[in-house]
């Protein structure tokens, strides 16, 4: 488990995040290393989603520090944070239901040079046919799971070196959330694009993650590669049992 | 193929036919009827032959165009289905709507001059000030329109410019030209000001913030009497010139110069034509930056702003270029309005103006450009026409006035279009971005379970 800090590609050490005076995050310490896939699993209202607004800077982190890349951004503006190469797909997806999926995509490609737009967009199309098809229709038209495919396309266009996911998986259909951790291991596989995935579908996230963490009331409470957490029995017994599909 | 060219030749008909109607509805009042002054008040005359002409000209027109002009030619490719081949259609309708728009309000002083001799500088100034609000509608339209900041000030800067303008001409003598790039500049530096603050808010809070800025301004105007003149306001604002040749009989004069007879139509046509190339320049300004990252991020910012802020998108710095822009405009709008009235005073700018300029940009369909000219013409002509209702004492006595319900018959049409219309005269959206190929696609998507005619 020891690695260079060259290697880290995202590290947040003892964080610590209020709403007001209620704490969400209690001092918490993650890793993502360059080329993996790292996810945060955890039951509702645990904190995850704060892990993942607090790296993006809203809100700011009361304590500890979130390094990206070697740079503190602990501080930092949200689009600036979102300027150094960290694209998110939004918890419940947030696209722009009246923009058409092109233009949707058009946005995510605001901070690249135009000239890249033709090629990324084929590139994209390729991973995700549906949205070729779809191109010209209402971001709002679409079904769930392809506005989804569509979010994290979105933030795809914008070249990310890691990208951050929030509960891709909620509310699809199995089958759905099959294809989308496909490409999401596709993507890594062959691009080498870091991913930090935060999920309540435990089983789907392990498999598909090279490491885990798992969060409670704010904490991390267990880590460890992907295998091991799908064997540890309290895993097994919070976030499987009963809700494995 | 002869069941097609039945069906095409049927469809042009019944659209021809539409067209006829709609003229005669609109044609009712304007050529139908007729007012004129006889003793003892005002005498209503019919001219329904003038009627009938019209209505069969369009008819026929209509007509040739929809079998030789509108349709492909034979052999060409078509659009698949029924509802593809009618959004090709439409779209194409709408790009000839907006041309022959364009063309008739190019030539309008001279179709007015050549069609009512009479009343032609009414009909004018009643043009100017259309277009006035043609071209402060496509103003806010970029705040209340694209990025979805509703701002019920934004007289505040019709205001700035006009002041601008009257004060420059007051103290420093300068001239309309001079003055508008900077009563526009002034504005938008105002709009940075107030949006600053502002911006933070959203929503609600937002609009009545806006709306104490408009107040504001006004009530400053009016006390601050040492320098605005106070409710007195600013008079002797100087015309503007035609490349140094002012509108006044005698040598020097622009008809003097071009050896034409003098007549004071002459001024009134061409502040039309300063208005209109203002408006023109406002609407390529908006649609362009529609276009461009920047536009598309002002529609982004008004579908999510949270999605904005994850795709790194300053949001404080796009909302403040939409309010400076729209300001901007705002601020030529209302340089013009004063080289136009020649004197200015607070009473000129009352929320009123706000409303009346919201009203434009709701009706027509938020954001929708086109969907701005029809409403404005709805609304202002509509109620330039309403003031002239004098032949309503023929049915409700002569002690019947219509001004006083004039105010009632706008508000309950403003209410019957919302309830017809709830998104507006023109709701579509045209997309900002579009590959080619990929539009009929669209297009043929959109359309689920219509039959294949052709």
């Not at chain 1, 995850?48 to 602990?74: E, V």
């Not at chain 1, 960290?86 to 947030?94: D, K, T, V």
């Not at chain 2, 026409?385 to 219509?402: A, K, V, Y």
């Amino acid at each position: 488990m020891t690695t260079g800090s060259e290697d880290l590609l995202l590290s947040v050490r003892g964080v610590e995040t209020y709403y007001g005076k209620i704490v969400a995050l209690r001092g918490v310490d993650l890793d993502v290393r360059r080329g993996e896939i790292v996810t945060l699993i955890g039951a509702n209202g645990a904190g995850k989603s704060t892990l993942m607004m607090t790296i993006c800077g809203d809100p700011r982190a009361r304590a500890g520090t979130i390094t990206y890349d070697g740079r503190d951004i602990t501080g930092m503006p949200t689009h600036e944070i979102m300027r150094l190469g960290i694209a998110q797909s939004p918890e419940g997806r947030r696209i722009f239901p009246r923009m058409t999926v092109l233009e949707n995509l058009k946005m995510g490609a605001q901070l690249v040079a135009p000239e890249h737009f033709e090629g990324d967009l084929k590139r994209i199309y390729d991973l995700f046919p549906r949205l070729k098809e779809r191109a010209a229709q209402r971001g709002g038209t679409l079904s769930g799971g392809e506005q989804q495919m569509l979010a994290i396309a979105r933030a795809l266009m914008s070249r990310p070196k890691l990208l951050l996911l929030d509960e891709p998986s909620l509310g699809l259909a199995p089958l759905i959330v099959k294809q989308i951790f496909e490409v999401i291991r596709e993507l890594n596989r062959t691009e080498g694009l870091t991913v930090f995935l935060v999920e309540q579908n435990a089983f789907h996230a392990l498999k598909l993650a090279h490491r885990g963490y798992v969060m409670v009331n704010g904490n991390i409470t267990m880590s460890g590669t992907g295998a091991e957490l799908l064997k540890r029995e309290e895993v097994r017994a919070a976030y499987l049992e009963g809700g494995r599909h | 193929m002869t069941n097609t060219a039945d069906t095409r030749i049927a469809d042009s008909i019944r659209d021809a036919f539409i067209a006829a109607l709609l003229v005669a509805v609109l044609g009712f009042f304007f050529l139908a009827l007729r007012t004129d002054i006889a003793p003892g008040g005002l005498a209503l005359s019919t001219r329904w032959g003038l009627w009938f002409t019209a209505i069969a000209i369009v008819f026929a027109v209509r007509l040739l165009l929809n079998l030789f002009v509108y349709r492909a030619p034979a052999g060409a490719p078509k659009p698949e289905s029924g509802i593809g081949k009618m959004a090709h259609r439409l779209s194409g309708y709408s790009t000839v709507f907006g041309y022959v728009m364009f063309a008739l309000a190019a030539a309008l002083p001279f179709i007015v001059m050549a069609l009512f001799p009479v009343q032609q500088r009414q009909y004018i100034d009643l043009a100017i000030l259309i277009m006035t609000y043609i071209m402060l509608g496509w103003g806010l339209n970029v705040v209340v329109g694209f990025a979805g900041l509703l701002d019920l000030g934004y007289v505040a800067f019709y205001a700035l410019g006009a002041y601008s303008f009257g004060l420059l001409a007051f103290y420093f003598d300068i001239g309309f030209w001079v003055a508008l790039p900077l009563a526009g500049l002034l504005a938008a530096m105002w709009g940075i000001v107030l949006g600053f603050p502002v911006l933070r808010l959203r929503g609600d809070y937002f609009a009545i913030v806006t709306l104490a800025f408009g107040e504001i301004i006004r009530v400053v105007l009016i006390n601050w009497s040492d320098f605005t003149g106070g409710p007195r306001g600013v008079s002797g604002i100087p015309k503007p010139t035609f490349f140094g040749l002012d509108f006044t009989r005698g040598e020097g004069g622009f008809a003097d110069f071009f050896g034409l007879e003098f007549s004071t139509i002459h001024r009134f046509v061409y502040l039309y034509y300063i208005i209109f190339i203002l408006a023109i320049i406002t609407y390529f300004v908006t649609a362009r930056l529609r276009q461009l990252p920047v536009g598309r991020a002002w529609e982004a910012l008004r579908e999510d702003d949270i999605a904005c802020r994850s795709l790194g998108i300053n949001i404080r710095n796009t909302k403040l270029t939409a309010f400076a822009i729209s300001a901007m405009f705002g601020g030529f709008a209302g340089s013009f309005f004063a080289t136009r009235q020649g004197y200015i005073s607070p009473e000129s700018f009352t929320f009123i103006e706000s409303a009346i300029i919201l009203a434009i940009v709701v009706l027509g369909g938020l954001g929708s450009q086109i969907g701005i000219v029809i409403a404005s013409i709805v609304m202002i002509g509509g109620m330039e026409m309403l003031r002239n209702l004098g032949f309503l004492t023929q049915i409700f006595g002569p002690d019947f006035d219509p001004v006083q319900y004039r105010m009632l018959i706008f508000g309950l049409a403003m209410v019957l279009i919302m309830v017809w219309k709830p998104r507006g005269l023109v709701s579509t959206r045209e997309p900002s971005a579009v590959l080619k190929e990929k539009k009929k696609i669209g297009a043929d998507l959109i359309g689920q379970g219509e039959g294949h005619k052709a």
